[in-house]
C-alpha cells in the first residue's frame, strides 16, 4: 500500500493528514503555524508533524511515497515555490524544497484553493465527474479547475483566479482593483454588503429582527430572514443568486464540466440557495441543458478537502 | 512521411488542404458545399476532393493517414457528429463515419474555431506557445483553447463558447438570449452597431464622411475616421477597446494561456486596435504583468487557419 501526507498551510493552523490512495485519511492533527517565524522552522514543523502521524498510524516509512502542500497565495506548482502569500507575508519561498529535505520524500506544492478542489474532485462531492469546477463562496471567490481528475493552473500556476472574472464591468470596486469582479458581487462578503445596504433602506424588515446590529450580520442572516417570509430578505437573495448564476453560467459555457461544486460558508442555506441558483443557471447556459448538462453539487469533504486533495496531488505527482 | 487532409466545411465552400506533419500545405482547393444536399452526397464530395488532391500532390495512398473536418455549429468530436449546425439546418449528422467509409482512412471533426484556434497554434501566431486561446472578432465572437499544444473542449464538445460569456450582466442582448454577453460588446457586428449609434449622435463626425451611407457601416469604418482625427471615431474605438479588454482579460484571469491570438476582420486595424487593447488588457491582469504575462498577438494563417488546424487535429488523434 502507498500512502501520502497531506499537508493544508493555513495563517493559523498547519493540518495534516496520511492518506491512502483512496482518499482515506488513516490520521490527522493540527500544529499552530507560527507564520512569523523564519519559513525553514515552519517546514521542520511540518516534517515533524509528517513523520510523527505516519509513525501513529503504523505506516512503513517507505510506505509514505510523497506529500503534497496547499498553500494560501500564489504558488508555482512546477517549482514548489511560493511566489506571494499576502496572509503569510511571503515571496518567493521554497517550501517545496524545504520540507522534501527535512522529510526526505518528494514534496509538491499547490494553491490551498486547488488543493481543495483536487479534494473534492477525487474524494468528495465531484468524485466520478471527469471535469468540475470548484467555487468556494467565503470573503472572497476562489475555486479550482479539474479536467481529466487533474488540476489546471494555468501558466506559472497563476490561471484559475475565477473570482477576477468580471461579470459587471465598470460595476463593483474589487478588491484586486479591477471593478465588476464575480468576487465583488457573489462573494459572502459581498452578500453581507448586499444584506447592510437592504436593511438600511428597509428600517421595517425582519433582517432587524434576526440580527439587531447591523455590524453582526453575517451569510446566514439574510437566508434566516426568508425563512419568517420577509420581502426585503427575498429580494436582497434573489439578486445575489442572480449574480452567482451569472458567473457559474460563465465557467459553465467557457469550460462545460461534468459538475460545478459550490463551498464556502453560504452553502449552509442549502436549498434556499441551491434550488432557485439552478434554474437561473441552467437559464444561462450556452445551448441550454439537455446536450451537456452541467450539475451543481454543494462541497462535502469540508475542513478535509485541503488535506485530501493536497496527500491526492502529491499522490498524482510522484505516481 | 506522413500526411494529413484538412477539410474546413462552410456554408458556401468545402476548403480542403493536403498538410504534412509540420503544418505546410503542399495543395489546397475548394468546391461548392451544395449545403441543401443530403449529408452523404457532401461526404462523398469531400472524399473525392481528398483523393484528388492528394494524388495532384504525389502522395502514396498509404502516406495518407487521416482526415480531419472544421465544421461549423457543436461538434461531438469523439464521435464525428455534428450535433446541430444552424447554418447547415443540420442535426445529428454522422458526418466523420461517413466520410471516412468514403476515404478508407480515419476521420475525426471538430467545431470550425476549434480547427483554425489548432492551427493557429500549431504552425500559426501562436505556434510556440504552449498554450493559448484564439479569439475571433466576426459576426460573432468565436474562438478556441488551445492546452498543452492540445484542443480544449470540454464535456461533449460544448465548451470554449467564450463569445458567450457576460461581462456586463444585465447589458446588450446577445443572440443566444442571455443579456451582456463579450460577444454583443466586441463583435464586429458590435463595433458596428457602435459606430452607428455614434454617428446618429453626432452628425458632424468625419464618420460620415468615411462612410456618406450609414447602413454600409463595417468593421474598418471607426478605424479610417480615427486616422483624420475624428473625435467621435476615436471615443466609439476606445470604449470598444474596453469592451474587448475586459473580456480578454476574463480569459486570462481564468485560463492564463501563454498567449492570445486575435482572428476576424476588426484586426486589419493592426495597432491601432492592439495598443490601447495590450495597455488596457495588461491593467486588469490579475497579479499585474511580470509574474506570468499574456501576449497578444494577430492571427497569421488567415483562411488557412481551419485546414491546417483540421490536418492537425486528424493528426494527433490518429497518430
Known sequence: MKYYAGIDLGGTFIKCGIVDEKGNILVKDQIPTGKDRPYEEIAA???????????????????????????????????????????????????????????????????????????????????????????????????????????????????????????????????????????????????????????????????????????QVNGKTPFDALQTGDKTAERVIKKYVTWLAEGLANLANVFRPNAIVLGGGVCAAGDALLEPLRRKMNRLLYGGTKYAPVPIVIASLGNDAGLVGAAHFAQQSAG
Chains 1, 2 share one sequence.
Open 45 to 215: 514543523d511540518m516534517a515533524a508533524l509528517v513523520r510523527r502521524l505516519a509513525e501513529s498510524a503504523g505506516i512503513e516509512e517507505s510506505d509514505l511515497r510523497a506529500a503534497g502542500i496547499g498553500s494560501p497565495g500564489t504558488v508555482n506548482s512546477k517549482k514548489g515555490v511560493i511566489i506571494y502569500a499576502n496572509n503569510l507575508q511571503w515571496k518567493n519561498v521554497p517550501l517545496g524544497g524545504a520540507v522534501a529535505e527535512a522529510l526526505g520524500v518528494p514534496v509538491f506544492v499547490t494553491n490551498d484553493a486547488n488543493a481543495a478542489a483536487l479534494g473534492e474532485s477525487f474524494a468528495g462531492a465531484a468524485k466520478g465527474y471527469e471535469s468540475s469546477i470548484f467555487v468556494t463562496l467565503g470573503t472572497g471567490v476562489g475555486g479550482g479547475i479539474i479536467l481529466d481528475g487533474k488540476l489546471f493552473e494555468g501558466n506559472r500556476s497563476a490561471g484559475a483566479e475565477i473570482g477576477h472574472m468580471v461579470i459587471r464591468a465598470g460595476g463593483e470596486k474589487c478588491t484586486c482593483g479591477r471593478r465588476g469582479c464575480f468576487e465583488a458581487y457573489a462573494s459572502a462578503t459581498a452578500l453581507i454588503r448586499q444584506t447592510k445596504e437592504a436593511m438600511k433602506k428597509n428600517p421595517g424588515s425582519a433582517l432587524w429582527k434576526v440580527c439587531p446590529d447591523i455590524e
